[in-house]
DNA sequence: GCTATTTGACCGCC
DNA sequence: GGCGGTCAAATAGC
């Protein structure tokens, strides 16, 4: 796995991030001073997706650079096959424990009007769904959709936070190497996620949340769109993965069913439900447009099959 | 009939 | 032995 450990790089790098947030802490200046002007919400909401913009943007070269030190070689990472038949049983055990993996956790802001459901791009189908320990909610498991024909090991994990409903938190495992992989990242140009930095989600969040603040203020939820936005990919290969994090909580019943759809034409329905008095989570992905993105709330966009969780 | 979801059972790890 | 993760048969929807 090649390392960025040139230092010529390291401060190019570090000039791009600079500049990012600059552009992004002038477009938030900019905002802040149209709060309380009787500037068009079309405006407001143009200088808050900027602002967006150029965290993700930096969050996304930081995690880049930080994922080629991370990840460990992949055995069949990036379509790259399983070369020695001899080892392959063992290839393939120890490829679980270093796959890339990283956590997402996904805020549902009640009262934000969602125009998409949260989508990542890819199609996940379900394969089951368990009581942690602990745990309110069961915790759905997804595989890729392309894991027999493609032989895609990508999987992931979505679960319900226990203190918060409105989080959910998303462990992805693996990298794409079925077709969607290259597909995705420009189906879906903006809602570019990223792995999972703890510091710099936490920056999204704070971000997020502070948009909304002002946004609330002067919006009152009108038209609102949260889009959060974290970097899907830890690890530096075309492969990455993308989630779009915008959710409408109008029409959605976290309590009930909700559903994603996914730019790539993916719909998937999650269903999340305490363990203690849910049945069943449902989860269905479709090849239909995305029509209606919130008539299906999923995770990964991802979610009518967003981890799904009732008991 | 095909595909996706549900869910109990099984397996491996700690 | 408990727990998390996966399998696979049964079921449902299109």
Redesign the pocket.
Known sequence: MERKSNSGEWEKMKKEISELMTEGRDYAHELKSQLGSSSSQESREHLATKILESYHKSLTIMNHSGELDQVSPLPHGGGSPKSDDSDQDQII?SS?KSMPRWTERVRITPGVEIDRTLDDGF?????????????RFP???Y?C?YRKSQGCEA?K?VQRSNENHMLFEI?Y?GIHSCSQAANVRSAIPVQVLEPNQTQEHENLEMLNESLDTGLHNYNHQEHLHQTLQYPLSSTPTLESNNMMLQLRDQNVDFFGSTSFSSDLGAN??Y?FLPSHNV????????NSPPESPFECFDPNNPF??FG?F??
């Open positions: 055990k679980k199609s996940w189908r379900k394969y089951g769904q368990k009581d942690i320990l602990g745990a915790r759905g498991y595989r959709t999987t994990q462990i495992r998937v329905n269903d049945g069943s989570v449902t989860h269905s992905i479709s009518r099959g799904g009732d008991s």
